[in-house]
């Protein structure tokens, strides 16, 4: 066979039958042959987009998402995409066509060394060294994304798409991931036993794993209150009478103060990563005299940020499996507690939604100033500006069964921490630690592409959402129907919120006078809505699902909000200004 076809042929054996990109010379050769092998290369507007939807399809299908293109800058471009999906431990693979070998090192036509740009950002790269190993390094790079949990790249000069070569196409390798060791789980089971007042954090490895079933189990055994890692809302059921919500920026108080409690923690399949364990709401909620059992699939986790006593290496469905089997049949010190504890997560849940129901816009002084100066306005559309929360509140209560949110980063996007709740896995997805504007619209895109029954709704402000709104011509172009939320504030309100708190509003660069977003909507074969009273704010989104799955339709819907601006990301990321310089002397 060619080595084109040893490629196609090993993308078939791994089942790939949607990749996203732009076409380009680099990889024609096989690119020619993707239709009667059954694969769908999905042309984008921008490579960055082709990235994230790799990300949105691999983090909904639990397998692999695929993004190729040119050799050079469409390849450059994707650098971004790839760290966000790296810190989602997403299996992406990126496929970068490179150089011909006769014209490396000379400064030809799109020439440059592509392996360095993803170094950082994958968990195996694979350089195809001959045409002759095509499949092998091809092979490679699937079954790493798997094992690794992350993505992988695979480097090939565009002269070795041609040829002939004998081979055979490796058969997929998949790992299969054990509870654990003996040692570390029985001591994980005694700290349980003898436990007061366990906590389960459960984490993305929960929803990898497919592991929600065990935890609920677990839980349940303990009567222990659950709580989502930051980000991973769809990490346990909101309807469960033990989850607490989200821990994390935005989260909730509910689930922060019962951690607070715990003299026992299990964190079944989470890294605890040092951003998700900010102290948040003026609560440094973090359990320090706790004991910590923290599972997880990657051993070099174990321990790296929060010190703790027992580490287990392991998948977490079959530690949270094992974990129950431990416990079952003994007496444990928290069962004498389990009505009084149960009392106390419902008096802490119950207290957390009438002050998110009473908390309907900001109360610092930069935002009542806006509040008052918007409610002197109108906006373009001829109604009255909203207040981000009560928006939140109303999309939360429209939600459709079985919906997929996709989120970005900014401050009205980070305040839907506290709203949003899931029912099922794989359905929730942000930016995670890389936190790069514009992820959530092209994410959800691919998202809906693995999952075409699933209703797939995207959150942007209007500063991440003009880094991502020509991917809109992509739904348009090839039927792909989404709803994007657009929070139209006209700022950069995560960087302006710092501004206000440490520059004395000093604004520079943060303000954003735009066009409205659902004309360009329309401009581009989209349906556009403007929302600008908070009674259609649910009816809007309603309709654009009814859109979206009946119809086939993509709905924009631009919500014209306030200016006013939640928590600021990280207190401790800044310091007060000081000034030495006699010119410079006003600026503190």
């Known amino acids: ?11 078939v054996a791994n089942g790939v039958t949607d990749m996203f990109g732009i076409m380009g010379s680099a990889f024609m050769d096989a690119m020619d042959i993707f239709a009667p092998a059954g694969i769908r290369l999905i042309p984008v507007v921008h490579e960055q987009g082709a990235g994230h939807m790799a990300d949105g ?10 993004v190729i293109g040119q050799n050079g800058p469409g390849i450059s471009n994707c650098v971004t995409a790839i760290g966000a999906a790296y810190w989602a431990h997403s299996p992406v693979v990126i496929v970068t066509p490179e150089t011909g070998t006769m014209g490396m090192g000379l400064g030809g036509f799109q020439e440059c060394n592509q392996l360095p740009m993803f170094q950082e950002f994958t968990k195996y790269q694979g350089h195809v060294t001959h045409p002759a ?33 004998t081979c055979e196409i490796p058969k997929p390798q998949r790992l299969e991931r054990g509870a654990g060791g003996e040692q570390s789980l029985n001591e994980a089971a005694e700290l349980l036993a003898k436990a007061k007042f366990p906590v389960i954090i459960s984490g993305g490895g929960v929803v990898m794993a497919d592991a929600v079933e065990e935890c609920k189990a677990l839980a349940e055994r303990l009567g222990a209150p659950v709580v989502n890692s930051y980000l991973h809302n769809d990490s346990f059921p909101a309807s469960h009478p033990l989850w607490c919500g989200p821990l994390g920026y935005q989260g909730s108080k509910a689930a922060m103060k019962l951690i607070s409690q715990a003299d026992v923690v299990v964190a079944l399949g989470s890294r605890l990563g040092p951003f998700g364990t900010l102290p948040q709401h ?14 997880d699939a990657d051993n070099k986790m174990l321990g790296l940020v929060k010190k703790i006593s027992v580490g287990i290496c392991g998948d977490a469905k079959a530690a949270a499996k094992a974990l129950a089997w431990r416990l079952t049949g003994r007496e444990l010190d928290c069962d004498a507690t389990r009505e009084q504890r149960f009392e106390k997560i ?31 306005e109108k906006p373009f559309s001829g109604g009255e500006y909203l207040h981000p929360r009560q928006v939140l509140r109303e999309l939360e209560k429209a939600m459709p069964e079985d919906v997929m949110v996709s989120t970005d980063i900014g401050n009205i996007n980070s305040v839907a921490n506290s709203y949003l709740r899931f029912e099922k ?22 998202a809906k592409v693995a999952a075409p029954h699933r209703p797939a709704v995207s ?3 209007d500063g991440a959402w003009g880094m991502s709104l020509m991917e809109t011509m992509t739904c348009v172009r090839h039927n792909i129907p989404v709803t994007a939320v657009v929070f139209h504030n006209r700022q950069w309100g995560a960087e302006k919120k710092n501004q206000v708190d440490f520059y004395n509003r000093r604004f520079v660069a943060g303000e954003l006078d735009n066009q409205s977003f659902a004309e360009i909507a329309r401009s581009m074969g989209a349906e556009g809505v403007t929302v600008d009273r908070l009674e259609d704010v649910g009816p809007a989104l309603k309709k654009a699902i009814d859109l979206q799955m009946n119809h086939g339709k993509t709905t924009i819907i631009e919500i014209m909000c306030t200016r006013e601006l939640g928590d600021p990301f990280r207190r401790d990321a800044l310091s007060k200004p000081v000034r030495f310089l006699e010119k410079y002397k006003d600026y503190v």
């Open 459 to 461: 959150y942007a402000g």
């Open 133 to 165: 190993r095509m499949a092998e390094y091809t092979g490679r790079c699937f079954d790493r994304a798997m094992s690794e949990m992350g993505p992988t790249q695979l480097n090939i000069p565009r002269d070795y798409f041609y040829g002939e070569i």
């Open 425 to 446: 896995p794989r359905s929730f997805f942000a930016a995670m630690s890389f936190g790069n504007c514009g992820y959530a619209f092209p994410t959800i895109i691919g």
């Open 57 to 66: 399809y691999s983090r909904v299908s639990g397998r692999h998402g695929v």
């Open 1 to 11: 066979m060619t080595p084109s076809e040893a490629f196609v042929e090993t993308l």
């Open 346 to 376: 419902q008096a802490e849940k119950a207290a957390w939604e009438k002050e998110l129901d009473e908390w309907t816009h900001e109360r610092d002084p930069f935002s009542l100033d806006m509040i008052e100066e918007n409610a002197k």
């Open 282 to 295: 003026g609560m440094d909620y973090w359990p320090k005299n706790a004991k910590i059992i923290q599972i």
